[in-house]
Each structure stands twice: as C-alpha cells, then as structure tokens.
C-alpha cells in the first residue's frame, strides 16, 4: 500500500510562532498534492494545493521536494484559529489508471494564547 | 446550503442491524467516494464511483456496500452491520482531473457518527 507519512505531533505553539509540518510519500508517481486542515470531530478542507515550485497563501506556504519525495507547510504567525490538525494528501497514480487520493493520519497543532 | 450532505449526522445501532448512509451534492460533480474515519487510522477510502454506471471497490470495502442512484447521490449501506464498524463516515466529490496522472481537490460532507452497540 503507498503511504503518506506525518509527524502526529501535537505541536503546541504559542501565538505567533512559525510552526513547519513535513510530510513523506511513496509513489514517486504522484503527481497531485495538497493540504487539508480538519477541525476536530468537522470534515476536512482544502488548505491550498501544492506545486511544484511552491506556493504562498498568505501566512502559509507550501514546498514540494519531488526527488526527497517530501512536502512541507510552513504557517507563520500562528493564530489560534489556525489550531486544527492538518493532512498531506497525495494521488495515488501508477501511470495507468486516474487512482485516488491517499490522506496522512494528520498532525495535530495547537496554538495557545 | 451545502453542496455535499450526508444524512444521518449521527446513528446508534445494534449488530446485525442493516444501515444506509446517504450523500447527495449539488456540486454537479461526476465523482463521489465514502470514506471512513477512526482515531489514529486517519481517512481510509471504502468505495468510489467516477460516474453513474462506474463503481469501485476502495481500501476496506468488505462489510460495505454501494448505490449510485443518480449523479447527485450516492448511499453506502451495512448491511449486517458490527461493532468494528463504529466510526465517523464522510462523503466526498470531486471534478474530472485537468490530466492524466493528475487529480482534483475532493469536496467532502459533515460526516455521519455511527455507533454499533
């Protein structure tokens, strides 16, 4: 089975603190990345994709590594509101069929005041 | 109004007991999936379906079962359900991918909490 692996954390961190996330994956097929924040006992939803170049939204930026097969999500200036736990997901292609979407068991952030 | 519901929210049933989840969005997307959901486990894919006649087993199928009764629905049925079963269930639909190899962000519902007694 292709994995996605993350530190579970929980990572505690105060207000304002720059928190990184890093993610593994096995398919070095993969050609679709993201991350996804869930509130406890909610759906998840979509952070922001991930390309190849990386990317920035705001207080968040995303960083693909497709040689380490490794992604990151840094978030500065941590907000309390940003206290969730966030999944890295990757496709899981083989080159022939579309395949499906493998989420990471997530890590765990908690901003305190 | 949300795009994807799930009914029930929540479910407490006994073993044995035949259950259905329902989905329906108004995303007017071709793909929808179930997945479920347990602590420590994160999500785990239990069936898909990229179109009315196109149904796919996932990761963990046995024990499940599906119905796509329309583009908009898509229901997930226990049919003799047990108490490893118990779980928090999502719903999800995504678009068709821009390529090949590649995929699109999937839209999921509220879930369903469902405990088996």
């Known amino acids: 089975r292709k994995e996605v692996e993350q530190d579970p954390g929980p990572f505690n961190v105060p207000e304002g603190a720059t928190v990184a996330f890093n993610c593994t994956y096995s398919n070095s097929a993969s050609q679709s990345f993201f991350w996804y924040r869930q509130d406890c006992r909610k759906e998840p939803k979509l952070l922001m994709s991930v390309y190849s170049s990386g990317n920035e939204d705001g207080r968040f930026t995303a960083q693909l590594n497709r040689a380490s097969q490794y992604i990151s999500l840094l978030i500065r200036d941590s907000k309390l509101s940003d206290s969730a736990t966030y999944l890295c997901v990757v496709n899981d292609w083989d080159g022939g069929s579309q395949g499906n979407l493998i989420f990471g068991k997530g890590t765990k952030l908690s901003v305190k005041p | 109004d949300a795009d994807v519901t799930q009914t029930p929210r929540n479910r407490i049933t006994k073993t044995g007991k035949r259950i259905m989840l329902e989905c329906s969005q108004t995303?007017?997307?071709?793909?929808m999936y179930w997945y479920r959901q347990d602590p420590g486990l994160g999500l785990r894919l239990i069936y898909y379906?990229?179109?009315?006649?196109?149904?796919n087993k996932g990761e963990i199928s046995d024990g499940y079962s599906v119905s796509r009764q329309a583009q908009a629905k898509f229901s997930l049925s226990l049919e003799s359900a047990i108490p490893n079963q118990t779980a928090l269930y999502f719903c999800?639909?995504?678009?068709?991918?821009?390529?090949?190899?590649?995929?699109?962000?999937?839209?999921f519902g509220p879930g369903t909490r469902l405990t088996v007694l």
């Open positions: 995303k007017g997307h071709d793909r």
């Open positions: 379906s990229f179109d009315v006649k196109d149904i």
């Open positions: 999800a639909t995504s678009d068709l991918p821009r390529g090949s190899g590649f995929y699109n962000e999937q839209f």
